[in-house]
């Protein structure tokens, strides 16, 4: 006999059926979840924490993951491979727009000449219609071929294309295009969204002068504010007006070459202010 001697369990003690199977349930399900890391201690680990999805931590291999998806020039997988929905089916109750030519061919004016015919044939009795399916006049169209010649092979351009590992979601051409946003650059439609009159400031430079420029666009040129004001514009206060130029109590500009004079530049006489000379030594 062994020396070893055996346990006896008391009734309360004794582990039953049920707690064997929750406890090999538990080991195969719960047991990766709890030796899961959260976003936060992935984050942690690798070196560009901005790459990590919340996804991320289901990975077999996590680090790897984050590694592979840290590299250069690797596109990432589309956010709509979880989505239950099917792709573009958002846009099924979107009208479509009709299409437009290009405009190197709008300009020939071809797209007008065919409006023209289209006019006079709907004016067109039945009969002529089915002689001039039978019997079609040629040379409707008169357009100049140098026209043509010249839109296709001086002024042609090139489509947009995507770039590359640029990704098309739904909405993506309804969006906004912040590349070709400039701040400060006001469009003809915002000026007649905020009814700036030409020549007139926009309606913050006021407190601009007052407060200064905006901290986040320290290098920004604002007229009116650290640039010149556009030709034929005044200061003042009256409508239309640029306001009072920031000047400090010795007559300088607070924040930039106000007046367009830049010393040094065949402007020696006067000084930035243009309010008093500027002694050289040299």
Do not use: C
Request: glycine fraction near 8%.
């Amino acid at each position: 006999m062994d020396g070893k001697g055996e346990i006896i369990y008391s009734d309360d003690e004794m582990p039953s059926e049920e707690d064997e199977a929750a406890a090999v349930e538990v080991s195969k399900r719960k047991q990766r979840k709890l030796n899961r890391l959260s976003v936060a201690e992935l984050k942690r680990l690798v070196s560009k924490p901005e790459v990590v999805d919340w996804v991320d931590v289901s990975a077999t291999d996590p680090k790897l993951l984050v590694q592979i998806k840290s590299h250069r020039n690797t596109i990432p997988v589309p956010t709509h491979w979880q989505q239950k929905r099917d792709y573009l089916q958002g846009k099924r109750g979107i009208e479509k727009p009709p299409f437009e030519l290009p405009g190197f061919i709008a300009d020939t004016g071809i797209a007008t000449q065919r409006d023209a015919i289209k006019e006079k044939e709907e004016g067109q009795s039945l009969k002529s219609k089915t002689r001039e399916r039978v019997q079609p006049k040629m040379g409707k169209i008169d357009i100049d071929y140098q026209k043509l010649h010249d839109a296709f092979f001086k002024f042609q351009t090139k489509p947009k294309m995507s770039d590359f590992g640029e990704l098309y979601y739904e909405g993506k051409e309804y969006e906004t295009k912040l590349k070709e946003k400039k701040p400060g650059d006001l469009s003809d439609d915002l000026k007649e969204a905020l009814s700036i009159p030409p020549l007139a400031p926009p309606p913050w430079l006021i407190a601009m002068q007052r407060f200064g420029p905006p901290p986040s666009y320290p290098n920004l040129r604002i007229a009116g504010l650290n640039a010149p004001i556009p030709e034929g514009a005044a200061w003042g206060f009256h409508p239309g007006g640029w306001g009072k130029p920031p000047l400090d109590e010795f007559g300088r500009p607070l924040y930039g070459d106000i007046y367009g004079v830049q010393p040094g530049q065949g402007q020696d006489d006067v000084s930035p202010t243009g309010l008093f000379p500027i002694l050289s030594f040299d």
